[in-house]
């Protein structure tokens, strides 16, 4: 993903990732729209489902403050798999 490549964060991900179960070389650090980078890079690793976070507030501040879950939702060919992140 050359073009929203951020190698200072990439670096620091890679080594983080397996302290959380994740394999360093899908652990990916991009600039970008969150909508349209998740849909991209889905798109380029041919994924088949999303799994996003969301805080799991109030549908009326999603209305005004906007939501990455619910953007990606809209936008992403994939099946999206949305999970609840307890604050």
Sequence with gaps: ?????????????KREAPA???DPDHAHALIGVSKDVIK???EKTKSTLIVIGSHGRSELSSI????TANAVLHVANQDVLVVR???
Excluded: N, R, Y
Excluded at 7 to 12: D, I, L, R, S
Excluded at 64 to 67: A, M, T
């Design 64 to 67: 005004f403050l906007g939501s």
């Design 1 to 13: 993903f050359p073009s929203h490549d951020t190698p200072g964060a990439e670096e620091q991900i």
């Design 20 to 22: 959380m179960g994740v």
């Design 40 to 42: 991209e890079v889905a």
């Design 85 to 87: 992140i307890k604050d």
